[in-house]
């Protein structure tokens, strides 16, 4: 289905018997009414009609009205009085898609197929033109309407992918196209295709840059997925192993140097975890949770101090964080000042008395246990 609704009006003229004759070698047909656009509630005059207006109008229903009963006439009556309708039309389209008209482009284009529905060309131009849409409302935020049109794209380059013989540029897009779908097991099998059919060397040399850059993206991805699972499974050395990997490529990826910090904080080693947390933040890191976790590291190295500098810097950003005001409470405890920690436990209650926390420590305290 087009994205667009059509946006035309259509009157059908009878020609006269005695008009009735070749137009550029196609016969006429005067029991088949030739079809115009309207620009108003009347039927324009005969009189001022042109065969462009006419051609206009059957452009029309070859991109809106593919079930019309005179189609076939037509659309051969267009192939026959314009010939080199592909080449133009085809520029037009591309000109206007650039401009991003794409009402315009895409009735353009839709004609074009009514036309020859096999041309790749044209195929690959409606593909084109529906990733570029798609990713015009994606920026707007409007997500439903753009899946709809990737999923429009994906049809199109698929049919222009089979066409006879191969068109070299219908794998080189729609490698692209995957690329951008985070497909990158497809996007290699067009590339392929793409290296043996190709002569365009700027071509060449660009598909070959963008198949290896998101195939080092796909190996990092999966470095990074690894590390994490590796940690919460509680092999920690295996994950700092890969991390430390990722980050030689991505050092300045913030939540790589926090998950690297998170892991060193789980296994004991507490100088290791505040660099890496350090690293997290002077690469535009969370500040609330990685303040959090140093404060974590700094209790276990002894420096209260700190521990409180960087929770309450924490607790300036977010003053109900019941993470931060438990640790606050855990500090208090720490340097020896029980009825600080039980209004930071108390406090805690008041925002989520759902806390799982908060009671053991208040119970602990109460029983002299803390």
């Known amino acids: 289905m087009p994205f667009y609704e059509p946006r035309h009006k259509l009157y059908y003229l009878q020609v006269p018997p005695e008009l009735a004759r070749e ?5 006429l047909d005067p029991k088949i009414p030739l079809p115009v656009e309207g620009r108003g509630s009347a039927p324009p005059r005969t009189e001022n009609l042109s065969w462009e207006q006419i051609l206009a109008a059957m452009l029309k229903i070859m991109a809106w009205e593919r079930n019309h009963t005179d189609f076939d006439y037509f659309r051969d009556f267009i192939l026959a009085i314009r010939p080199e309708v592909f080449q133009e039309l085809s520029g037009t389209g591309i000109v206007k898609a650039q401009a991003k008209d794409f009402r315009l482009a895409e009735e353009i284009f839709l004609a074009l197929e009514g036309l020859d529905p096999t041309h790749p060309r044209t195929l690959l131009n409606l593909a084109l033109l529906y990733d570029e849409q798609a990713e015009e409302l994606s920026r707007r935020n409007q997500s439903a309407k753009a899946e709809d049109l990737l999923s429009m794209a994906q049809k199109k380059f698929s049919q222009a992918l089979v066409s006879t013989p191969p068109m070299p540029d219908a794998f080189f897009y729609a ?16 590339f392929d295709t793409y290296f043996e059919l190709g002569k365009d060397e700027v071509k060449l040399k660009a598909a070959r840059k963008a ?6 993206q796909e190996r990092l991805d999966t470095l990074f997925k690894e590390a994490y699972d590796f940690i919460l499974l509680g092999q920690e050395d295996q994950g700092i192993t890969r991390l430390q990997e990722f980050l030689k490529e991505h050092p300045k990826v913030w939540n790589g140097w926090f998950l690297l910090g998170w892991a060193h904080r789980r296994m004991g080693s507490w ?8 690293k997290c933040l002077d690469n535009g890191g969370d500040l609330i949770d990685t303040a959090n976790e140093m404060a974590i590291c700094a209790m276990e190295t002894g ?5 409180k500098r960087l929770l309450e810097r924490a607790l300036r950003e977010d003053g ?9 409470g855990v500090l208090a405890l720490k340097g ?18 759902e806390d799982p926390v908060a009671p053991r420590m208040l119970e602990q305290i109460q029983k002299g246990e803390a």
């Open 303 to 307: 420096d209260l101090k700190e521990a």
């Open 175 to 190: 490698g692209f196209f995957h690329l951008k779908q985070k497909n990158v097991v497809r996007a290699k099998g067009l």
């Open 320 to 328: 109900e964080n019941t993470k931060i005001i438990s640790n606050l």
């Open 211 to 216: 198949l290896a850059e998101a195939q080092r």
């Open 271 to 278: 100088e290791p975890a505040l660099q890496a947390f350090q």
């Open 336 to 353: 020896g000042n029980k009825d600080e920690a039980v209004s930071f436990f108390e406090s805690v209650l008041e925002y989520d008395p």
């Open 23 to 27: 137009v550029a070698g196609f016969p």
